[in-house]
């Protein structure tokens, strides 16, 4: 199959917008491959969807909830919640970067008390 670089659009309001004959919100792009005769996009989720169906895990004013990373870490963001939170931590430096950092303080905090 040959590799194409194609979108990755919102599959949450890609129907809605197409019935008011507007273009998908377009995410960013992925290089996959393709069948020949297949639609070449790709889904994810846009962050104004997430906000809309995952009001938990964000303030009104779009920012991160506070303690959203250490909730993942340690389970308590469960089902649709941790779903929505990890696709969202797949393309989010700075919660990367947080979850990596939590991680070591775990790590480190485990040795020195033996655990």
Not at 38 to 67: K, M, V, Y
Request: net charge negative; proline share 7%.
């Amino acid at each position: 199959m040959p590799v194409q670089r194609v979108p990755i659009v919102c599959a949450w309001c890609e129907a809605e917008r197409k019935a008011q004959g507007l273009l998908p919100k377009v995410l960013g792009y992925s290089e996959i491959d393709v069948p020949p005769g297949q639609p070449a996009t790709s889904h994810g989720i846009c962050t104004d969807c997430e906000a809309e169906f995952f009001p938990n895990l964000w303030r009104r004013d779009g920012e991160h909830r506070e303690g959203l990373v250490e909730d993942y870490f340690t389970g308590v963001l469960q089902g649709a919640d941790r779903e929505a939170y990890e696709r969202h931590l797949a393309s989010c430096p700075a919660c990367q970067k947080d979850l990596e950092e939590l991680k070591a303080l775990d790590a480190r905090l485990r040795k020195e008390l033996g655990g």
